[in-house]
């Protein structure tokens, strides 16, 4: 095995990069181990003898991978927690997810004239003290109280 190291340092330094990734073709070591002044070297990098490694990155598919499983609710146990319960996920956003959608049903029934508007006021109040945990529920208590009109009947109108 020839010695190249020379060769590959002033290859390293006219390619303006590391030893290391300066690659040399085996097939033509000879002509390499042959080339002593920089001007050669330019001319065997020109002839694609020696050529730059692409450079090494940091592959970013074990992170990819990770963030599809959290999206899918995976990889959040108890080890995996930092902040505390309402850290991760306060009150007041957890109040917002839950009375935005009932009031959004509330209006649409009022809208669509399936409630009188007084008991729309008067189920928004419920809403607001927290009575409901969701829009089932909201729709549970409005037929048990047999306040939901048909929607042919409410159309007539």
């Not at 306060?90 to 959004?104: E, L």
Request: charged fraction near 35%.
């Amino acid at each position: 095995m020839v010695d190249l190291s020379n060769q590959r340092r002033m290859a390293a330094s006219l390619l303006k990069c590391g030893i290391h990734r300066v690659w040399i073709d085996t097939n033509k070591t000879e002509d390499v181990a042959n080339a002593v002044t920089r001007d050669d070297i330019r001319e065997l990098i020109k002839a694609e003898i020696i050529q730059k490694k692409q450079k090494r990155g940091i592959s970013r598919a074990r992170i990819r991978y990770a963030r599809a499983q959290r999206k899918k609710g995976k990889r959040k146990g108890q080890g995996s927690r930092k902040g505390a319960k309402y850290a991760r996920f306060p009150k007041k956003r957890r109040w917002i997810a839950t009375i935005r959608p009932i009031r959004a049903q509330l209006a649409e029934l009022r809208d669509q004239q399936l409630i009188e508007r007084d008991v729309y006021r008067k189920f928004y109040l419920y809403a607001k003290g927290g009575m409901f945990k969701n829009k089932g529920h909201l729709m549970a208590h409005l037929k048990a109280e047999n306040l939901l009109k048909e929607p042919s009947k409410a159309k007539a109108k």
